[in-house]
């Protein structure tokens, strides 16, 4: 059984209840397998990477001789 205030923050993709899709919400940690296609780990990392479009490089290829 998982430590007190041992928590995994999740941000939902379902609604549940009142709450809505995008909300952030606590999990202990020893039930995420629970939500498993109901809320996501709701890291920084992922949510910038949503937001920000997907980097592409346009470097210019060199000419052909």
């Given at each position: 059984?998982?430590?007190?205030g041992?928590?995994?923050?999740?941000?939902?993709?379902?609604?549940?209840?009142?709450?809505?899709?995008?909300?952030?919400?606590?999990?202990?940690?020893?039930?995420?397998?629970?939500?498993?296609?109901f809320?996501?780990?709701?890291?920084?990392?992922?949510?910038t990477?949503?937001?920000?479009?997907?980097?592409?490089?346009?470097?210019?290829?060199?000419?052909?001789?």
């Open positions: 059984m998982a430590a007190d041992d928590t995994v923050k999740m941000r939902l993709t379902f609604p549940r209840g009142k709450q809505q899709p995008g909300e952030i919400v606590d999990v202990p940690a020893d039930e995420v397998h629970r939500w498993k296609g809320a996501v780990p709701a890291d920084g990392a992922e949510k990477a949503e937001k920000a479009p997907p980097k592409t490089t346009t470097e210019p290829k060199p000419a052909a001789k």
